[in-house]
C-alpha cells in the first residue's frame, strides 16, 4: 500500500514525464496555462509540481494544456 508522500511522488512524476515528452519547460507550462485562463507564477508552478501535492484539477488543467490525450500511470 502506498503512503500518501509516494501518492505525491508519483502524480509528480507522471507530470514531469509529460513535459519532457514534449520538451516542455516550467516557463513555457506557464505559458500555455495562462493561455486556458489559469495564472500561477513561475514559481508556484515549480512548487506545486516539485511537492506533487495539487488538486486533480490542477493536473488536468496541466494536462490540457500540454495537449495531452492519453496518459500512461504505470
Given amino acids: 500500500m ?18 519532457t515528452r514534449r520538451g516542455i519547460t516550467y ?4 505559458e500555455k496555462l495562462a493561455a486556458i485562463g489559469v495564472h500561477e507564477t513561475n514559481a ?15 493536473l488536468l488543467q496541466c494536462l490540457s494544456a500540454l495537449d495531452a490525450k492519453t496518459l500512461n500511470i504505470n
Fill in 2 to 19: 502506498k503512503t500518501e508522500d509516494e501518492w505525491a511522488d508519483e502524480v509528480k512524476r507522471i507530470l514531469r514525464a509529460e513535459m
Fill in 27 to 30: 516557463d513555457q507550462l506557464q
Fill in 44 to 58: 508556484n508552478l515549480r512548487n506545486k509540481v516539485a511537492r506533487g501535492k495539487f488538486t486533480a484539477v490542477f
